[in-house]
């Protein structure tokens, strides 16, 4: 058995466990923080969540760890006030209110990651907006909004530490299923994990394509409207799902 297994099994013995937290969640929870990790998505920063499947105003986060050493025992379940549900439960990621008030405003999201992969930054804070230049990432066509910390908050330390920040990140985020953090990083969001995770790296990696378009010094010919409708879906980033998935279990 593997060893994820083995916690899993482990865990799914103690008293009131299966309860409070979904295995084959938990299981999927710590692959896309492994796949994001592994591709440089996440680093020892970032995080990626999944609503409860058993309950829909609750989230499953992992506790205060850089994403490539989540295990499934470092899950935890909070509800949308970023209120972990164990009383006994050990310290959260700082900017969980992300996830909270995103899941609050927006029912169609399952799934939500924050990142600080270095190419987003630059179409934060240069008013050159993120576009869609390749069709793995066409899903940008729906607009990249930029979320400025200071019209909520004034000055910070830039980080989403609590409702009030989240709430008003979330409301820049709208309908969009991506939004970037000035001088921070960027959210992402999607109806499933598998496509969350293929949107996050495929946003990075758009953003990298795009930067050396322009760095060429002639006009960048992007996707159109219809062009991206109709690329947006993919397959739901099932092969980069799987693809991602074997090359951390490779690593075993």
Same mark, same amino acid.
């Given at each position: 058995?593997?060893?994820?297994?083995?916690?899993?099994?482990?865990?799914?013995?103690?008293?009131?466990?299966?309860?409070?937290?979904?295995?084959?969640?938990?299981?999927?929870?710590?692959?896309?923080?492994?796949?994001?990790?592994?591709?440089?998505?996440?680093?020892?920063?970032?995080?990626?969540?999944?609503?409860?499947?058993?309950?829909?105003?609750?989230?499953?986060?992992?506790?205060?760890?850089?994403?490539?050493?989540?295990?499934?025992?470092?899950?935890?379940?909070?509800?949308?006030?970023?209120?972990?549900?164990?009383?006994?439960?050990?310290?959260?990621?700082?900017?969980?209110?992300?996830?909270?008030?995103?899941?609050?405003?927006?029912?169609?999201?399952?799934?939500?990651?924050?990142?600080?992969?270095?190419?987003?930054?630059?179409?934060?804070?240069?008013?050159?907006?993120?576009?869609?230049?390749?069709?793995?990432?066409?899903?940008?066509?729906?607009?990249?909004?930029?979320?400025?910390?200071?019209?909520?908050?004034?000055?910070?330390?830039?980080?989403?530490?609590?409702?009030?920040?989240?709430?008003?990140?979330?409301?820049?985020?709208?309908?969009?299923?991506?939004?970037?953090?000035?001088?921070?990083?960027?959210?992402?969001?999607?109806?499933?994990?598998?496509?969350?995770?293929?949107?996050?790296?495929?946003?990075?990696?758009?953003?990298?394509? !795009? !930067?050396?378009?322009?760095?060429?010094?002639?006009?960048?010919?992007?996707?159109?409207?219809?062009?991206?409708?109709?690329?947006?879906?993919?397959?739901?980033?099932?092969?980069?799902?799987?693809?991602?998935?074997?090359?951390?279990?490779?690593?075993?």
């Amino acid at each position: 058995m593997k060893p994820q297994m083995l916690v899993l099994a482990a865990l799914s013995a103690l008293p009131g466990w299966p309860q409070a937290l979904n295995p084959a969640q938990v299981t999927e929870l710590v692959l896309a923080n492994h796949i994001l990790a592994h591709e440089g998505v996440l680093d020892a920063y970032g995080h990626v969540s999944v609503r409860d499947a058993r309950n829909p105003t609750h989230f499953l986060l992992a506790s205060h760890l850089a994403a490539g050493v989540v295990t499934a025992a470092d899950i935890l379940e909070y509800d949308l006030d970023s209120k972990p549900i164990r009383a006994d439960a050990p310290t959260g990621y700082t900017e969980r209110f992300i996830h909270s008030e995103i899941y609050r405003a927006r029912p169609d999201v399952m799934a939500v990651v924050h990142c600080h992969a270095p190419d987003l930054i630059p179409f934060s804070v240069t008013g050159i907006a993120l576009r869609p230049v390749y069709h793995m990432a066409a899903f940008l066509g729906e607009g990249v909004p930029v979320f400025e910390i200071r019209d909520a908050g004034g000055v910070t330390d830039m980080l989403i530490r609590n409702a009030d920040l989240g709430h008003a990140l979330a409301q820049t985020l709208g309908n969009k299923p991506a939004a970037l953090m000035r001088g921070h990083g960027a959210v992402v969001v999607a109806d499933s994990l598998h496509v969350v995770v293929g949107r996050a790296y495929y946003m990075n990696m758009n953003a990298h394509l !795009q !930067q050396q378009a322009l760095l060429m010094g002639r006009p960048v010919s992007y996707l159109e409207t219809e062009e991206a409708r109709k690329a947006a879906p993919q397959d739901g980033f099932e092969r980069f799902w799987n693809y991602g998935k074997s090359q951390v279990d490779m690593r075993k």
